[in-house]
Every structure is written in structure tokens, then in C-alpha cells.
């Protein structure tokens, strides 16, 4: 079955940083990566994906990128600021019928100001 | 208001003996979903349901059991089986597989003593 590797577990950045994290994944027919947002106390909230027929996606701060070749895909969130702070987590599947989100196990990203 | 409700937030009880978390939609989605998060561990997928009826073993299923009788609600069992089931426990919902997304419920957080 998938297996997602996520790095780094944690990220410190000052406020108007970069910031990027990395996810590795391991079966090949995956084609579906999203990225997930969980505020402490809070649900997990989708913030971007990506489909392996586009190798980048952008929406304002954020954007993701993907090599199918290397099977690993990457957040980026650039200017950061404090109310970025919170865990992220990766995810993959195949996306088809009968199959489920693997997921990473998460980056707890702190932005200071 | 669509969402995904899961019921009660904070579940407490004793050991060996079995526990039922409720989970319930009104987004008309197909899929349901169950996950367990401990801290550093990522979510583990436990249960999933593609249609009524039918459901399908995740990664960390032993322990645990699930009913699929209405499209809108996927309550999740958790046994005497289960060897340490004290954690945070989220339902999530998704269209129809898995490339759409999902939508998670703010979950249920069940302390064993």
C-alpha cells in the first residue's frame, strides 16, 4: 500500500519568510496530493492539491509543486506570517474508486513576528 | 448549514469496555471516512465506506468496527480489541472518492482509563 514520508516534523520562521515542506510517497499510481491545514483545536482544512497531470500549483502565498519522477511533492508558502503557524499535513491516492487518503504525519510550522 | 458532524467532542470511559462515536453528514457525500490522530503520528486511516453497505479495512482497522446503514452516518466502534484506544478520532467525508477532497468533522477525543 501508499506509504507518505513528510520532513520536516517541525519548521521555526520569522514572519515574511519562506517556508517548504517536503513529502515523498511511494506507490506510483498515485495521482492525487493534497495538502491539509490543522489549527490547534481545530478540524484539518484543505488549502491546495495537486493532480500528477500538473507539476505545479499556485493560489496566492501558497503553492505546491510535484515530480512524478522522484515520487515527492512540496508546499511552499512564502511571506509568512503568525497566523500561518499550525500543523500541515501531505497526502496521497490513487484517487480511485475504493481508496483512501494516506497521509503524512505532519509539520508543526511556528512563524515568530 | 451542510457539514459533518461528530458527536460528543470529549468521550470518557473505562477500560474494556466498547464505545461508540457518532458520525453523521448532510453534504450528500458518498464516501466516509475514519482516522485516528496521536500526537507525532500523523492520521492513520482505521475505516472507510465508498457506498451503503460496504466498507473497507484501513491501516489500523483491528479493534475497531464500523456500520455503513444510511449514506449520511458511519459510526465507528471502538472494542475492548483495541490496545491503547485512547486518542483524537476524526470522520471525514468526501463527493465521491477521493480526489475531491475532503471534509472532516472536529472530532471526537476519547480518553480510556
Known amino acids: 500500500g501508499e506509504n507518505v514520508e513528510q520532513h520536516p516534523s517541525t519548521l521555526s520562521v520569522q514572519e515574511g519568510d519562506s517556508a517548504v515542506i517536503k513529502c515523498t510517497y511511494s506507490?506510483?499510481?498515485?495521482?492525487?496530493f493534497p495538502w491539509y491545514k490543522q489549527e490547534l483545536g481545530k478540524r484539518p482544512q484543505l488549502i491546495i492539491d495537486?493532480?500528477?497531470?500538473?507539476g505545479e500549483k499556485k493560489d496566492q502565498r501558497i503553492a505546491v509543486t510535484l515530480n512524478k519522477t522522484a515520487k515527492h511533492f512540496s508546499l511552499h508558502i512564502t511571506e509568512t506570517q503568525p497566523e500561518d503557524s499550525a500543523v500541515y499535513f501531505c497526502a496521497a491516492s490513487s484517487g480511485q474508486a475504493g481508496t483512501a487518503l494516506i497521509f503524512g504525519k505532519g509539520t508543526t510550522l511556528s512563524v515568530s513576528s | 448549514d451542510g457539514g459533518i458532524t461528530q458527536s460528543p467532542k470529549y468521550l470518557f470511559r473505562k477500560e474494556g469496555q466498547n464505545v461508540t462515536l457518532s458520525c453523521e453528514q448532510n453534504l450528500n457525500h458518498d464516501a466516509m471516512y475514519w482516522y485516528r490522530q496521536d500526537p507525532g503520528q500523523g492520521l492513520r486511516l482505521i475505516y472507510y465506506s465508498q457506498i451503503v453497505n460496504d466498507f473497507q479495512k484501513g491501516d489500523i482497522a483491528e479493534g475497531y468496527s464500523v456500520s455503513r446503514e444510511k449514506k449520511e452516518s458511519f459510526p465507528l466502534t471502538v472494542t475492548s480489541a483495541q490496545k491503547n484506544p485512547t486518542a483524537f478520532y476524526l470522520c471525514?467525508?468526501?463527493?465521491?472518492?477521493?480526489?475531491?477532497?475532503?471534509?472532516f468533522g472536529s472530532g471526537t477525543r476519547l480518553t480510556v482509563v
Open positions: 495537486i493532480r500528477s497531470n500538473v
Open positions: 506507490d506510483s499510481a498515485s495521482n492525487y
Open positions: 471525514a467525508s468526501s463527493i465521491s472518492g477521493v480526489s475531491y477532497g475532503y471534509t
